[in-house]
Every structure is written in structure tokens, then in C-alpha cells.
């Protein structure tokens, strides 16, 4: 077995341990593995190794290493900040986008699909720790978002995604992945127009897995962990 295929294996073994301890049932929990900065050929292992849903969150990047990943079955979403201008190159290659953090951005997501007679699944990103240097809208805003995003008719609302809190102390990082779980409530109790399908949680990463799956997550995005540190 490869490095990368037996790291793919440890991670899944992760994933299941911590559904395990809390009684869910670990096929309910997708892994994404993000794969920013990594060389295609790594990439391409991964695939080979068994990895089906890939994320990229540089718009550049996606777009530079698309060509080099066609030829193998994956899906890829995107999990970074996106620009405006860098969203016409990102929708053709992506099924979803994850980083849905505002009206405009959304609506110009929703025309691109449009003009590609395509409907998008998108998330909404949720800013959960309040840190400054984080993407995401503010939780008191969320609803109202996926109640927009909802209107949309390109876009078609999955759920919610966060990058946890960074942070030491477990008990801040669980309560940042626990508030986006109460948020999907929140947007499912609602009732909103197209936001009846919002079940996803994409939350965790390489050193918070098992707790994000605790909180509820259906969707991990893992790097480091199936790649080791990324290059330079
Ligand atoms: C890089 C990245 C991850 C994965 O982080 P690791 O710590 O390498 O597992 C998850 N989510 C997003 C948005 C990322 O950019």
C-alpha cells in the first residue's frame, strides 16, 4: 500500500471511531480531501487510492491543475474565499461551492449557473468563531442567507460549512462546530423557500476531525493528514 492510500485508511478509521462513540453511523460523514498546494501526481494517487470528493479553495490553482486530474473520475468542490471576477473559470469545474458567504456573491454564482443551464449546490460558510481573519457570514445572518440563496433557481442550498475555531481549548472548537449544527435547525425549522435540502455540515479538518463529527458533520475536509505538510 502507497503512503498516501494507508493515510486515506487512518483518516477513514478516524472518521468512523468518532462516529462510532456517538452512535452514528460513519457512512453518514463524506470525506473531502482538500488539496490545495499538492502536485498533481500525488493528487492523482489520492484518486487512485480510493478518494472521490476532492476541494480546492484557490480559484488560481483549480483552474491550473484541472486539466492535469481530468482523465480520473472525482468530484471537486470549492472550499476558499472567491472572488467575483474568478467565479466565471471556478463553476464550469466545481459540482458544489462551499463558500457561499454573501448575497452577491451568491447571485453571481446563480447567474453563471443560469447562463450554463445548470443548477449549482452551493453552502452556505458560516463565520462560527467570530475570529477577524476568517471568511464566513456572521451567524445571526445565516438564516437570512439561505433563505436568499434559497430564492435562487440555479442555486440549490445543501447546507452549511465553517472553518472551526482555532484554537487550543476543545471546548471553544466543538462550541464553533455545535453553533453551525443549531444553525441548520434553525434554517430547516424555518421553512424558508429552497432551503428544505440544507442538511449538510462541512466542518472539521486534519486536527479536529473527531470532534466536528461529534457536533454532527457530514462532510470533513481533510489535507495534511492524508498529505502530510504542505509544500512550501
Ligand atoms: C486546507 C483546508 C482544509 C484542510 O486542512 P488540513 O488542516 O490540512 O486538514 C480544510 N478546509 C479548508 C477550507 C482548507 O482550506
Given at each position: 500500500?502507497?503512503?498516501?492510500?494507508?493515510?486515506?485508511?487512518?483518516?477513514?478509521?478516524?472518521?468512523?471511531?468518532?462516529?462510532?462513540?456517538?452512535?452514528?453511523?460513519?457512512?453518514?460523514?463524506?470525506?473531502?480531501?482538500?488539496?490545495?498546494?499538492?502536485?498533481?501526481?500525488?493528487?492523482?494517487?489520492?484518486?487512485?487510492?480510493?478518494?472521490?470528493?476532492?476541494?480546492?479553495?484557490?480559484?488560481?490553482?483549480?483552474?491550473?491543475?484541472?486539466?492535469?486530474?481530468?482523465?480520473?473520475?472525482?468530484?471537486?468542490?470549492?472550499?476558499?474565499?472567491?472572488?467575483?471576477?474568478?467565479?466565471?473559470?471556478?463553476?464550469?469545474?466545481?459540482?458544489?461551492?462551499?463558500?457561499?458567504?454573501?448575497?452577491?456573491?451568491?447571485?453571481?454564482?446563480?447567474?453563471?449557473?443560469?447562463?450554463?443551464?445548470?443548477?449549482?449546490?452551493?453552502?452556505?460558510?458560516?463565520?462560527?468563531?467570530?475570529?477577524?481573519?476568517?471568511?464566513?457570514?456572521?451567524?445571526?445572518?445565516?438564516?437570512?442567507?439561505?433563505?436568499?440563496?434559497?430564492?435562487?433557481?440555479?442555486?440549490?442550498?445543501?447546507?452549511?460549512?465553517?472553518?472551526?475555531?482555532?484554537?487550543?481549548?476543545?471546548?471553544?472548537?466543538?462550541?464553533?462546530?455545535?453553533?453551525?449544527a443549531l444553525l441548520r435547525e434553525e434554517i430547516l425549522a424555518g421553512?424558508?423557500?429552497?432551503?428544505?435540502?440544507?442538511?449538510?455540515?462541512?466542518?472539521?479538518?486534519?486536527?479536529?476531525?473527531?470532534?466536528?463529527?461529534?457536533?454532527?458533520?457530514?462532510?470533513?475536509?481533510?489535507?495534511?493528514?492524508?498529505?502530510?505538510?504542505?509544500?512550501?
Amino acid at each position: 500500500m502507497s503512503e498516501i492510500s494507508q493515510a486515506l485508511a487512518a483518516v477513514r478509521d478516524r472518521v468512523a471511531a468518532a462516529a462510532r462513540v456517538v452512535g452514528r453511523d460513519p457512512r453518514e460523514v463524506r470525506l473531502l480531501l482538500a488539496v490545495k498546494a499538492q502536485p498533481a501526481h500525488l493528487v492523482r494517487q489520492a484518486i487512485g487510492a480510493g478518494a472521490e470528493l476532492l476541494g480546492h479553495n484557490r480559484a488560481q490553482e483549480l483552474v491550473e491543475t484541472a486539466p492535469e486530474l481530468a482523465d480520473l473520475p472525482h468530484e471537486m468542490h470549492f472550499i476558499g474565499r472567491l472572488q467575483s471576477n474568478k467565479a466565471t473559470k471556478v463553476v464550469p469545474l466545481v459540482t458544489c461551492v462551499q463558500s457561499v458567504d454573501g448575497p452577491a456573491i451568491a447571485q453571481r454564482l446563480d447567474r453563471l449557473a443560469g447562463r450554463a443551464e445548470r443548477v449549482l449546490d452551493v453552502l452556505v460558510q458560516v463565520n462560527t468563531s467570530g475570529e477577524p481573519t476568517k471568511a464566513g457570514v456572521a451567524p445571526e445572518e445565516a438564516a437570512g442567507l439561505a433563505a436568499a440563496v434559497g430564492a435562487l433557481p440555479h442555486l440549490r442550498l445543501r447546507g452549511l460549512m465553517t472553518i472551526g475555531a482555532n484554537s487550543t481549548d476543545v471546548d471553544v472548537v466543538r462550541a464553533s462546530y455545535e453553533r453551525l449544527a443549531l444553525l441548520r435547525e434553525e434554517i430547516l425549522a424555518g421553512g424558508a423557500a429552497g432551503t428544505g435540502e440544507a442538511r449538510e455540515l462541512s466542518m472539521g479538518m486534519s486536527g479536529d476531525l473527531e470532534v466536528a463529527v461529534a457536533a454532527g458533520a457530514t462532510m470533513v475536509r481533510v489535507g495534511t493528514a492524508v498529505f502530510g505538510a504542505r509544500p512550501a
